[in-house]
Every structure is written in structure tokens, then in C-alpha cells.
């Protein structure tokens, strides 16, 4: 067989059937699972390939099909949205809707998911169609640039390190992520003044996709 028949041959691909999706979707289902809970134990690293677990399932364009677009279910399900929403008159540009800030005494402060944090009763969590969990602008920092889940999944799977990295760095990821563009610090007699010792875009990661499996297994039970 020469080089040109080898090259065709390797070529060929046929569509996957639903069961073969569905079997896709358990997978990276427990992806999320496992990479959450590893994050959940201190491995904060693993926001990385979280970032693109999340991509594979629910990025939608010409040349990439989400695997929630490919089951044909992206359009009817709803997601579960725990953001805490702007609010209307605060002076403060930086708003943190997916992460808090946690405070240790004589350690400092970091950013964490607010899944385990009580919502405040002006945001419970609720359940949205797909484009206005995916779209909506949930973060800003004290320079106005403003953040939605797509933005940060895309920018921590594309640019940073989920499955590349840019050889530059944007400087709206680095003004979050590396110079406390969120403007918050933390002061007491024994650490004195200092900023959070992480940015807000991976626990943020680890918050939507705590969102997505929720809302994956909520939509498919027999996926779990």
C-alpha cells in the first residue's frame, strides 16, 4: 500500500451514535468529578485541565463542537448559576461573582469557589439557558475588565495552560491573575499589609465547573 492510500486510510472517520457520545459524556462527567475534588484537597494546579474538561463540553463555534452541542442537548438544558450578580450603584468596579475571599488570621487572604460558602439571600442559586450562563459577565476588577465563564474557561484552557501556552500573556489575564488588579488586601499586625496570595480566574474555574457537573447530572441521571 503506498504513502497516499496509508494517508486516506487514516483519514477515514465515521460520526459517533448518541450511545457513543453518551459514554463520552460519563467520561468526562467523572472528569469533573475528580479533578474538582482533587482541587477541593489543595491541588490547585488541576484548575488547568479543568478548565479544558469544561471547554470540551460546552464550547460551541464553527470548528469546535462542544460535546453537550454534539448530543444535541446544549439548547434544552438549563444551568445552574450560583454567581452573585452586580449590584446596581456600587461604587466599586471589582466584583467577584464565582469566588470569595477566604481571611486567616496572621496568614493573609486567598480567593476560594463559593460553593461552600451560604449565598446571600439576593442570590440564590437559579437555573439559566445555556447562553446566559455561558455569556453573562460575572467578574470585573478595579480596572472595569469584565469576565464571563466562557472568557475564563477559554482564557485558562487556551492561554495559561489547560491544554496551551501562549508565549505572551494578555495583560487583562496577568493584571487579575499576577498584579492584584481586584484591588483587595489584607492587613493585620503580623502579616501588615499584603494582597491575596492568588487570583480569582482558577477558583473561579473550579466554582463553574462545580456548576456544570451539577447541572449535567441533574439533566442526565444516567450519566453518574
Known sequence: MGRASQRKKKAQARRRDRPA???????????????????DSGQRVVAYPLATAIR??????????????????VSKMLFLDTAVPFIPGNMLKA????????????????????KDVPPPPYAMPHDVPFQAWWRT??????????????????????KEGGAHIDPTQPLDIRAIEEEN???????????????????????????????????????FPTAT
Request: overall charge negative; hydrophobic content about 40%; aromatic content about 6%.
Open 21 to 39: 457520545l453518551v459514554r463520552k459524556l460519563k467520561d468526562q462527567l467523572q472528569l469533573l468529578h475528580v479533578l474538582g475534588e482533587a482541587f
Open 56 to 73: 470540551v463540553l460546552a464550547h460551541e463555534t464553527s470548528s469546535s463542537h462542544g460535546l453537550l452541542g454534539q448530543l444535541g442537548e
Open 95 to 114: 466584583h467577584s461573582g464565582l469566588v470569595v475571599l477566604k481571611m486567616t488570621s496572621g496568614v493573609g487572604i486567598e480567593w476560594v469557589p463559593r
Open 137 to 158: 459577565e460575572n467578574t470585573s476588577d478595579s480596572e472595569g475588565t469584565m469576565w464571563s465563564r466562557q472568557r475564563m474557561v477559554l482564557s485558562i484552557a487556551n
Open 181 to 219: 488588579s481586584m484591588g483587595w488586601t489584607y492587613q493585620d499586625p503580623i502579616v501588615k499589609d499584603q494582597p491575596a496570595s492568588n487570583g480569582p480566574l482558577l477558583p473561579s474555574i473550579r466554582q463553574i465547573a462545580y456548576e456544570l457537573e451539577l447541572s449535567i447530572t441533574k439533566y
